[in-house]
Every structure is written in structure tokens, then in C-alpha cells.
């Protein structure tokens, strides 16, 4: 059996991670990006949402809320990536129960993202890799120019947005975007359509979760400036990270 070294992850939970990692089962699209862009070798499994896997063809297993359990556990891996908010602790516990060591991120800001990343290759036995140091360059510049305040729906049928402590909001924020719901006692609140066309005057709708699209959402707008959004660039924290602030820059610079 390879020996184990116990560290934290960023939930403060000690995790046995075995030396060295030779399999991973990815439960987070970004982080799947992240292993399969760095050491694709490892990658073993990952979710039906997870789209970017480089040149890797891994075993699917089921979705982020709904993942296989069953299937993880089959696959024998030396460590599941996860995280707190993506995944339910229904899943991780019965993970955990089966033997796995899992590992769960929690980022609520880009300068958290860029640190949790470090410590996940760490435990994985890998170099910081290139892509994360230019990504971290990117991040340090500071925002300079006017801000602007904006409403960023995450959902509708019910409306739903981006509220308190989380990584979009704190993305859009070094891009000089402020969140009006940053002061929210939730994280994702549902919001009456009237009051969010009366909270600012600048809408920003990612592609994800929801596909917002030119002809999807937009149409509940129109007296306000609406700017349409990689939800990709706004949500995930991986590879995406380094042409992320270019990419937002110029889709927000429109309206």
C-alpha cells in the first residue's frame, strides 16, 4: 500500500493522500480542466459536465449533483476532487465511507481560487504548473477605470443571482463590476424580476448555468444595458483563469 500524508483541504478536513497519485476522478468541470491540461495522465473519470478534458477520453460518471457513487468507487482512485458547493455532502460522505480520500475546494475569490489550485497540485505531487503562475500574473493587475454596478442572474424560472461571498461576484469586481446583491445574506437569492430591472442598470448573463443567450433572457431587459458572458470565464477557476480577464474585458466593454 503507498504510505499517506495527511494535509487539509480547504475545507480544514485531513485528507489521506497516498504517494505517489496515480489516478484521479475529477467531480468539478474546472478542476477536471485543470488535471487534464497539467498531468493527463492522471485523470481517470470525470462528470458529464465536465467539457474540457484536453486530449484525455475519461470514464463518465454521472453528473456533479448526481455523480455514481457506485462507478467512483469501482475506479479505485487515489484521490476524488471535489468542492463545496458543486458537489453534495451526501456524495463526499458516502466517497469517504467507501475508503476514498477526497479532496474539496472552496474558493469564494479569485486571490483563494489561485491559492486553493497551488495546494490541490501539491497533494497531487506536482510542480505549480506555468498556466497557474501566468493566471495569477493576470489577476495582479490592478482594475483601473470607472465601476460600474450590475444585477448578474444565474437563473431563471425562478430568477435567481449571484449574492454574497462568491468567486463570479469577486471576479467581476477586479474587472470594475460591483455586484448590487454583494451585501445579500444568501449566496444565490431568488429575486423578483421587478426588483432586479430596478437594482442597476446593467445586466450581465452568463452562459452557464443557465444559457442565457441573445434570444433568451435579454428580452426582460430592455431598457437596461445587458452584457452577455462566457459563463466558463466567470465561474470556473482553472486554465480558463489566464484569458478569463481578457475575455470578460472585452464582452462587458460592449454595453
Keep these: 500500500m503507498a504510505p ?8 480544514g478536513v485531513e485528507v489521506a493522500v497516498p504517494s505517489p497519485v496515480r489516478r484521479v476522478v475529477s467531480l468539478v468541470p474546472s478542476l ?14 470525470a462528470t458529464a459536465w465536465c467539457t474540457h478534458t484536453a486530449d484525455t477520453e475519461p ?12 462507478a467512483v468507487v469501482e475506479l479505485a482512485p487515489d484521490l476524488v476532487l471535489a468542492n463545496f458547493e458543486e458537489n453534495r455532502d451526501v456524495d463526499l460522505h458516502a466517497l469517504r465511507a467507501a475508503g476514498l480520500a477526497v479532496w474539496v475546494t472552496k474558493c469564494t475569490t479569485v486571490v483563494e ?13 506536482l510542480d505549480r504548473p506555468a498556466w497557474l503562475a501566468t493566471a495569477e500574473q493576470v489577476w495582479s493587475l ?9 444585477v448578474v442572474p444565474i437563473w431563471r424560472r425562478p430568477w435567481m443571482v449571484l449574492g454574497s461571498d462568491t ?15 454583494a451585501g445579500h445574506e444568501e449566496r444565490y437569492p431568488r429575486v423578483p424580476l421587478a426588483e432586479l430591472r430596478a ?12 444559457a442565457f443567450s441573445a434570444t433568451d433572457g435579454p428580452e426582460n431587459f430592455e431598457s437596461h444595458s445587458v452584457a452577455l458572458v462566457s459563463g466558463r470565464h466567470l465561474t470556473w ?9 481578457h475575455v470578460l474585458t472585452e464582452q462587458l466593454g460592449g454595453v
Design 167 to 181: 468567486f463570479a461576484g469577486d471576479l467581476l469586481r477586479m474587472l470594475g463590476v460591483d455586484n448590487a446583491y
Design 4 to 11: 499517506r500524508e495527511r494535509v487539509r483541504d480547504d475545507t
Design 237 to 245: 477557476y482553472g486554465p480558463s483563469l489566464v484569458e478569463a480577464r
Design 113 to 125: 481560487a489561485l491559492a486553493s489550485l497551488t495546494r490541490m497540485f501539491r497533494a497531487l505531487g
Design 59 to 70: 470514464v463518465r460518471v454521472g453528473g456533479t449533483k448526481n455523480p455514481d457513487v457506485a
Design 32 to 45: 477536471t480542466e485543470s488535471v487534464a491540461v497539467t498531468a493527463p495522465q492522471l485523470l481517470v473519470a
Design 142 to 150: 490592478p482594475y483601473v477605470g470607472a465601476r460600474r454596478t450590475a
Design 199 to 210: 437594482a442597476a442598470g446593467l445586466v450581465v448573463l452568463p452562459d452557464e448555468p443557465y
